[in-house]
């Protein structure tokens, strides 16, 4: 593989650079295909989306707040900000996880079904994790859920052994930590 | 100043309100309201091409060779696929369009219509930005905001698609003044402190190297201008990209020639030993630093770019500068004159002498032919004849073009327009015509290669329709050059459909097309021929036979860096055929 790139024309890989995962807040105008915009750069351009969440958050102002968590080397890092940058309808990127850390937030709604004791168990263990139960039936219950990423995973994995059905995720909202804005 | 109109009349009012004198497409369904508003206007001309990628490369050419924007009109579906490879030609290269598609109507999208394609999904990625126009209140300010994104910071192409309905509508028109986009701020002036460490950097080098690319013909006639008086001021040598040529003259003795995969011995060594490299407006293309881990490694480098992204892509530098060539080279040369830096005279003498040996070499020679028309000495024989004319080269992809980047010494900025990035075979000929469109006088030759010639030979019909004297000089080896020459290096000269068996006979293909046909297949006929062409005042097709299994060299094989060049004169075809590990194969 070295050799490889040593022969190579093309510029080589950064290997010395760890990969790492950040989380960027991208403010968009809201206008139609910016999302595909912003994905099709990824795509086009071979990063990496772990998460992505996107909704107008200034109506007035027609603003979207793009969140994306992503992971590749710090120099894969500065040029997806700096691409994203280029894109005619993006007002700014900040990198959250770089500039000073962020609260980073999920919803799950988890549907589980079945009968008798795993379904007290599964109510029991939602009143734990703090999840509601949004929907029922004698034979489900819906449980929303919010938290760190890793708290819907686990909470997700135990539902798992008492009768899981069926997840759906939002994806993470980021939000910069202290009294600074983006 | 709003004043009522229908969107096909927007177009036509906004185009002429931006100062388009021409503009460059092809007729349909879609876009027939817009061709209705055109015939009944006098103010912007129209050049209907033959096929819609013929009307982009057009309008790339007379863009590249004005400064100015180029400007495309097409119909939906197959109109606007056909443009495609001219758009990301434009968007690879920095050149600056606007390309009106039609759209079938509003309430046909996504029914799957006659004609009907997802032109914004599509063009999305080869474009600098795109718009779909859903209302035609939108339209006035659109198309204003397409020119002022097309030709500020780093220029590019924009798509604005025009559903049917839209252009029949009415609505609001406003002209271009006070169009203020929400987001896009180019960045123009660099940051001083930047400068004057460049300034410092630049002064204190012992061997330096300046390396500009197309940046600088972007940034306009001043760029220039400022690049050779910086340069001169300085004494240092320059190169530059296949994309910059011309911002140096090249008569000039610090100019180095161009560097990179066939770029000169000079220029290359100059490049890897150098400690301080000075970069302008280049993007460290592939085909410039070679193998990367070897590209340059004592120097310090300072790069200057108007786009963000380009500056430390590829290669780490120590001075990055985000701004336009201009603005750059004048805050550099008002810094440097009020500094009036002290040089390493002593150093830059050794450092003149070092580049004098390997400029001895003389990488460019080749071995000339009394009985065949060697590749060089042809375009050596065209640039010899040309030069002193008001003269616009144009390329298609290929041994030729690199030939012509070798051989033809431009001296002034604008006058040379090929396909860098892209690589885009077929180039040529509507790019001279797009130049022959801006230049009535000029003398706008497409240097080709019989391959590529045929990727867009119906545009010879757009020539002779509005009587435009393009010259079409095809170095004619029956080959597809650079395809074989690379068979030869990498494939035991297995030389897999690289031939063309069946040729057209170039002449009488002229004669069809009603231009004059020439053919010139021995040396010591070429420069009365040549001569004969040059006065020929209608559109020539000159099929120049030249010998079959030349090589461009120097070069830097694939996987090597730029001090391991193969030079041409002491090559063999053994040394040829293994100049590339196995390893290198799969990376050209």
Redesign the interface.
């Known amino acids: 593989m070295a050799e490889h790139s040593k022969q190579s024309h093309y510029p080589s890989p950064q290997r010395a650079q760890e990969v790492v995962s950040r989380t960027l807040s991208i403010i968009v105008d809201n206008e139609p295909g910016v999302l595909a915009r912003v994905i099709g750069l990824f795509s086009g351009r071979g990063y990496n989306i772990d998460s992505l969440t996107v909704t107008e958050t200034e109506h007035e102002k027609h603003l979207s707040r793009i969140t994306v968590i992503t992971s590749g080397t710090p120099h894969v890092i500065q040029q997806i900000k700096l691409q994203l940058e280029r894109l005619i309808p993006v007002h700014r990127v900040r990198d959250l996880t770089h500039e000073g850390g962020s609260i980073e937030r999920e919803l799950a709604l988890v549907k589980v079904g079945g009968r008798g004791e795993k379904r007290i168990e599964a109510l029991r263990l939602a009143e734990i994790f703090r999840a509601k139960v949004v929907d029922t039936s004698t034979e489900h219950f819906v449980f929303e859920i919010t938290g760190k990423p890793s708290k819907i995973e686990t909470f997700i994995q135990i539902m798992g052994e008492l009768g899981l059905v069926e997840v759906s995720r939002t994806g993470i909202a980021a939000i910069g930590r202290g009294s600074a804005t983006l | 100043m709003a004043r009522t109109m229908t969107g096909a009349e927007m177009v036509m009012t906004a185009l002429a309100d931006q100062g388009v004198e021409v503009i460059f497409g092809y007729p349909g369904g879609a876009v027939l309201p817009i061709y209705d508003e055109l015939h009944q206007q006098d103010k912007v001309r129209h050049i209907l091409v033959r096929q819609e990628g013929g009307a982009v490369h057009a309008a790339e050419g007379y863009a590249r060779s004005t400064g100015k924007v180029g400007v495309v009109l097409v119909t939906s579906g197959p109109g606007a696929t056909n443009a495609v490879t001219g758009l990301t030609d434009a968007l690879m290269d920095s050149i600056p369009l606007v390309c009106i598609t039609g759209q079938v109507p509003t309430h046909l999208i996504g029914m799957d219509a006659f004609q009907e394609c997802d032109t ?2 599509i063009t ?2 080869c474009t ?2 795109n718009y ?1 126009v ?1 209302n035609v209140n939108d339209l006035a300010r659109i198309l204003h905001e397409a020119f002022h ?1 097309a030709r500020t910071g780093r220029p590019g192409p924009v798509v604005v698609d025009i559903p049917k309905d839209i252009q029949f509508a009415s609505g609001n028109y406003v002209g271009p003044s006070n169009i203020q ?4 701020r180019p960045k123009l002036k660099p940051e001083q402190t930047a400068v004057r460490e460049a300034v410092d950097l630049i002064a204190g080098a012992k061997r330096p190297v300046f390396y500009t690319g197309g940046g600088v013909i972007n940034s306009g006639p001043k760029a220039s201008q400022l690049l050779r008086e910086l340069v001169r001021l300085s004494g240092y040598p320059i190169t530059s990209t296949l994309m910059g040529l011309g911002a140096y003259p090249a008569s000039d003795k610090q100019w180095l020639g161009m560097l990179g ?1 066939h770029g000169t011995y000079e220029a290359n060594m100059a490049m890897h030993d150098c400690d301080v490299m000075i970069n302008i407006g280049a993007r460290f293309d ?2 410039i ?5 070897a590209f340059s490694p004592g120097s310090r480098k300072i790069h200057v770019d108007i ?3 380009s500056i ?3 290669v780490q530098v120590d001075i990055p500068i985000i701004g336009d060539c201009a603005y750059t080279l004048e805050d550099m040369l008002r810094v440097w004159k009020a500094k009036a830096p002290v040089l390493d005279k002593a150093a830059h003498k050794l450092w003149w002498k070092q580049i004098e040996g390997w400029r001895a070499r003389k990488s460019l020679s080749y071995k000339n032919s009394r009985d065949v028309i060697m590749p060089q000495y042809a375009v050596q024989r065209l640039y010899e004849l040309t030069k002193d004319r008001e003269t616009y080269i144009t390329t298609e992809v290929g041994q030729h073009q690199m030939w012509a980047a070798q051989f033809i010494n431009f001296e002034e900025p604008n006058r040379w327009m090929t396909s860098g990035g892209l690589g885009t075979m077929g180039y040529g000929l509507p790019a001279a015509i797009g130049a022959q469109v801006a230049h009535p006088k000029g003398l706008c030759i497409d240097v080709a290669g019989d391959a590529s010639i045929l990727m867009n030979i119906q545009e010879c019909s757009t020539a002779t329709q509005y009587r435009l004297p393009v010259k079409v000089f095809i170095l004619n080896n029956e080959y597809m050059g650079m395809v074989r020459q690379w068979q030869q290096l990498l494939h035991g000269n297995r030389l897999s459909e690289s031939y063309t068996a069946a040729l057209p006979d170039f002449v009488k293909l002229a004669d069809a097309y009603g231009w004059k046909g020439m053919r010139c297949d021995h040396p010591a006929d070429l420069d009365d021929a040549i001569k004969d062409m040059i006065n020929t005042p209608g559109p020539v097709m000159f099929d120049c036979r030249v010998a079959k299994l030349a090589n461009c060299f120097p070069m830097i094989p ?2 090597k860096a730029h001090n391991e060049m193969l030079l041409g004169e002491d090559v063999s075809d053994e040394e040829v055929q293994n100049a590339i ?1 196995k ?2 194969k ?3």
């Open positions: 914004v999904g999305r990625p600098k930005h779909l859903k994104i986009h929400k987001t896009y995969m592939d085909r630093t070679g193998r990367l881990d786009d963000a992204s430390n892509k590829v694939s996987g590990s390893e290198g799969v990376l050209v």
